[in-house]
């Protein structure tokens, strides 16, 4: 049998415009939206306008040859803010590597992201310090990070860190991956294991149109979703253009997983308004026809009218415009005293305790400069 996309309907909350307007699929989340503060649905939409002004800020440093690369997220901001706050403070967060809020959000300096692209940094931050709140480091090789989440998932469930009922103890896994990553092996493999083992990870495609140059109709004949729900996943599509739809499900699917019912899937349906990466012309292979449409669905545009609707005023607006200028200037002034790293990094963060093989590499790398004339190469 054909799925198609009228099988598993799209849960949506706000309209592109802003209007409330949730979909019959949204009918079952609806109280965990109507159970947030004002304060809160601010927060999403403060979050999301300052990571833009950090990512515009980062491609033009990659730009003017500060970054080897970059890859920007812009019009992702609303499915990861809404998941990344979905999150309980005891889960784990596998990010791929365009996750630039979601890793905010969990404590993360976005300096911490600017070393890994700019070279000076082997991995970015330190997952095991608590300031980072349970992140993993970034991967650049496609859907790998979904195997590393199934298998934390399953020791988890074998260590008995999940499933007692206690949402404020059981712990849960996020992995972001992309449409493109979803046909990778390796992103079956982890379904394959986290289903068999109940582990609780959820599994958040971020289905933004574009493998790089491929869309998503060349990869898939069936919404992507489809594919984790072919393995007892259960699995649900969103608008990830809309914030509290992201929130919602995520929070629901994440309380499910962490109470030991096994793993959990969501496609949320957005879209790259940027290029894959600052390497990539997306001119060469789309429409502008195509970019201009999805512009019209902008996240943030959407819940800023959403907010002044219900009263929010140019006040509030006034402050996170100045907050995300300060905080894309205060990136540009950090990264640019940034130095080279020392040949001491490259042995560190390889084991997680003293290694023996290290300390010899260290010792030949050391005996090896010193043979030079000067004491180095």
Do not use: C
Not at 50 to 60: F, G, K, P
Not at 99 to 120: A, N, S, Y
Request: cysteine-free; charged content about 20%.
């Amino acid at each position: 049998m054909t799925v198609t996309s009228t099988d598993m309907p799209l849960v949506r909350v706000l309209e592109a415009d802003g209007t409330y307007a949730p979909s019959p699929a949204a009918d079952e989340y609806l109280p965990l939206i109507d159970a947030l503060t004002d304060a809160e649905l601010e927060q999403f939409y403060r979050d999301m306008v300052v990571i833009r002004a950090i990512d515009t800020q980062a491609t033009n440093l990659q730009r003017q040859g500060q970054l080897a690369l970059w890859p920007p997220s812009r019009g992702q901001e609303a499915a990861q803010v809404g998941s990344a706050h979905a999150a309980r403070r005891q889960d784990t967060i596998f990010p791929s590597y365009r996750e630039h809020v979601v890793t905010r959000i969990r404590g993360v300096d976005p300096v911490d992201i600017i070393k890994l692209m700019r070279g000076t940094s082997h991995g970015g931050w330190d997952p095991t310090d608590p300031k980072n709140g349970n992140t993993r480091i970034y991967t650049l090789v496609l859907g790998s990070q979904t195997l590393h989440a199934a298998g934390y998932g399953m020791g988890l469930a074998f260590d008995g860190k999940t499933g007692s009922g206690d949402p404020e103890r059981d712990e849960a896994v996020v992995v972001y991956y992309g449409d493109g990553a979803s046909s990778q092996g390796d992103v079956h493999e982890a379904m394959v294991f986290a289903a068999s083992y109940d582990a609780p990870v959820l599994f958040f495609l971020q289905n933004n149109h574009w493998a790089i140059s491929v869309p998503v109709e060349t990869q898939s004949r069936v919404p992507l979703a489809g594919r984790s729900a072919g393995y007892g996943i259960p699995s649900v599509r969103l608008d990830g253009n809309d914030v509290l739809a992201s929130y919602a499900v995520s929070r629901a699917l994440l309380d499910q997983a962490r109470a030991g019912l096994g793993p959990r899937a969501i496609e949320a349906v957005t879209y790259r308004m940027g290029a894959h990466t600052t390497s990539d012309d997306p001119t060469k292979y789309r429409g502008s026809d195509e970019e201009q449409s999805w512009a019209q669905r902008d996240p943030i545009a959407r819940m800023r009218a959403f907010l002044q609707n219900r009263g929010a005023g140019a006040s509030f607006f006034d402050e996170v415009e100045t907050e995300a200028a300060d905080a894309a200037e205060d990136l540009r002034a950090r990264t640019l005293t940034l130095t080279a790293p020392t040949h001491e990094t490259m042995f560190q963060n390889v084991y997680t305790d003293p290694h023996p093989l290290m300390d010899e590499q260290r010792a030949w790398l050391a005996n090896y400069e010193a043979s030079f004339e000067g004491g180095q190469q």
